[in-house]
């Protein structure tokens, strides 16, 4: 009989990691092709613009802020369910698969939620360190 750990394959036989994602060379690659789409998507007018990135012009698209604002309240709004399914349980009126399903999805958004600041900020402290 084999010892190890890790049941079926042995330790860590199931968990892949993508070759694209741990390359740092292939993610920079990936992320300069993801701003020329943007900076095409935006057209020359906007390029260069700070505007687009404040608000909307209220017609055709929105800004930045406004799809940041309307995520952070996405991800509020699951907050709020999970809270109100876990009260909806204490009191006996909801099924304990709503209320895991419930803050599973909150966690994840939050999970999430994290990410995105730590890379927004991340991107934001290399620019500044970035010499003119």
């Known amino acids: ?18 070759q694209e994602l741990s390359s740092t060379g292939a993610n920079r690659a990936q992320g ?12 020359p007018e906007d390029a ?12 055709d ?12 309240n996405g991800v509020n709004d699951l907050q709020l369910n999970a809270d109100d399914q876990l009260r909806a349980f204490v009191r006996g009126e909801a099924e304990l698969h709503d209320v895991a399903i419930a803050t ?17 900020l991340g991107a934001y402290q290399e620019i500044m360190r970035t010499q003119m």
């Open 1 to 18: 009989m084999a010892s190890g750990i890790g049941g079926i394959g042995g330790i860590g036989a199931g968990i892949r990691m993508p």
């Open 32 to 43: 300069l092709e993801s701003y020329k789409a943007a900076e095409r998507a935006l057209g």
């Open 48 to 59: 260069g613009s700070t505007n687009s990135l404040r608000m909307s012009d209220g017609a």
């Open 61 to 72: 698209r929105p800004g930045f802020l406004d799809s940041a604002k309307e995520f952070v």
């Open 104 to 120: 599973h999805e909150a966690a994840i958004a939050m999970r999430l939620t994290r990410e995105i600041r730590d890379r927004l």
